[in-house]
């Protein structure tokens, strides 16, 4: 017997023992929530100041912005919603690591390498992804936004951008978790080469569609604006034939590990 097959049947449990481990580690990652949310409920305020900066720099400086709430419990769920998100953020390390604990001892030694730089690679390009959106898409977007803005002695009528709190919060959020997910590409074509659904010829050969799918996605997850849908497909398709390296440089390794073993 293997050192990984032994591995394997010094973890084997009932599945009534599986189930009751799954709960520890969702109870647990249920507390960490809540702490985490009672943490940033309380700095809510300097979270969405954080959040609107953008918004800020759009108006430039020596321009005061305004958002407005036209519902009297509006502002209490934005902290609501800030504090929820800020809490997942915050406790996103602990969850990846219960979930670890959980899966790791299923998976052979070579599965649980090659399995754990995706796990760390995660929180890594969530985050290129939604720095992104804050500190290069968001500004330029609302500064385009913004520009509509008119006068009354321009057309007779003014023009006055008054963002609501709410509005704004959700379409922040959005782009952050939209910009951040989308840069997963990587991991997520890594791990289907991983599990033979795909290979990389038809990563390869399925470019065009690739790039007519980035700006699909694009179009979803972004202002209807030129600007942020290019910001976005861009990144998506170098990332794509950033997957394609990664995984030839993994079929080398692979394939040296293959002839060593033989």
């Known amino acids: 017997m293997t050192d990984d097959a032994a591995d394997i049947d010094a973890s084997k449990a009932p ?12 109870l647990k ?3 960490a929530v809540a702490i985490c949310f009672g943490i940033a409920f309380s700095q809510a305020g300097r979270i969405f100041g954080f959040l609107v900066q953008p918004l800020v720099k759009a108006y430039g400086a020596g321009s005061e912005g305004k958002l407005i709430y036209t519902k009297l419990y509006e502002a209490f769920f934005v902290d609501i919603k800030v504090a929820a998100f800020a809490a997942v953020c ?8 219960q979930l670890w604990a959980f899966v790791a001892p299923g998976l052979y ?8 730089p995706f796990l760390l690679a995660t929180p890594v390009l969530f985050t290129l ?9 968001m500004p330029v977007a609302f500064r385009f936004f913004l520009s509509f803005q008119r006068t009354a002695s321009v057309n007779g009528i003014s023009q006055e951008a008054l963002p609501a709190m709410g509005e704004y919060l959700d379409l922040v959020m959005n782009m952050i978790l939209g910009f951040g997910v ?5 991991v997520l074509l890594m791990l289907l080469e991983r599990a033979g659904i795909i290979t990389r010829k038809q990563l390869q050969s399925g470019r065009r569609y690739a ?12 202002p209807p604006d030129v600007w942020s849908q290019f910001a976005l497909a861009v990144p998506l398709m170098l990332l794509y034939e950033v997957s394609i390296i990664g995984i030839w440089f993994t079929e080398r390794r692979r394939a040296r590990e293959a002839a060593a073993a033989a």
């Open 90 to 97: 915050m406790a996103f390390p602990i969850i990846a690591n």
């Open 129 to 137: 992804g939604a720095s992104l959106a804050y500190y290069v898409v």
């Open 109 to 116: 030694r070579r599965e649980r390498r090659a399995f754990l």
């Open 15 to 26: 599945l009534l023992d599986h189930l009751i481990e799954l709960r520890s580690r969702l």
């Open 29 to 31: 990652s249920l507390v």
């Open 182 to 186: 989308a840069f997963l590409l990587p």
């Open 211 to 222: 790039i007519v799918a980035a700006f699909a996605v694009a179009a979803v997850l972004t």
